[in-house]
């Protein structure tokens, strides 16, 4: 007998994220365990595309967060209440921020290595460890000797990230072309994920959420049998029901 039996289709996933975002670090972490979790998660691919909240922040800085923050006006009373807020959806998360260790410098780099992840197939890897070296490791990636070791460390190629450090164009185009993207979809903010290029979920939404709108789409890529798509017999077969058997 002939196996007609087709694989499902995959779910693919987008996600824009800056590195500097520590909502996309919470947002990370919680769809990536919902994904573990679903009975359909080896079928969903996800990639990483590249947002700035600050393209205008400096290569490098001798400034803390708090005094970045406070010279462009944040109240360091709602920034105080608003890392509460992170440190208790972290923590359920099994992640501990570091506030005070985050050095306030420009992404754009840091973004590059996560397009030259993307080819050699380890940018989840990297990602999570520039999420862990920002906001755990005080890690500063704009220092090109650190951000080489940091992205080592997590798999990259040293040769990907020598390319990176010495050619100030190698993918940047790339990291442009995702900004770009992300403002002809409308994006204002991260994370935001884009489910099957059809769908947009923005933030960093509880596990229910992702949950919720992952298997909806997964269903619709792969709906179930019905009597309607299926291929009539010639007569009616024998039958059991609620009431019995036709014997």
Known sequence: MTDTTTAPARLGIDVWLDVACPFCVVGEKRISSVIDALPFGEAVDVRFHSFQLNPDA????????????AAKGFDPARLEAGHRHLDAQAAELGFAFDHDSVVPVNTFTAHRMIQAAAAEGVQEQVVDALFTGYFQDGLDVGDADALKAAVVAAGLSTQAADRVIADPEAHADAVRDDVAEARRLGIQGVPFYVLDGRYGVSGAQPAEVFEQALTQVYDELNPKPTL?????ASADGDTCGPDGCAV
């Open 58 to 69: 400096p290569e490098r800085t001798t400034q803390s967060q708090a005094e970045y923050l």
């Open 228 to 232: 309607q798509n299926l291929t009539p």
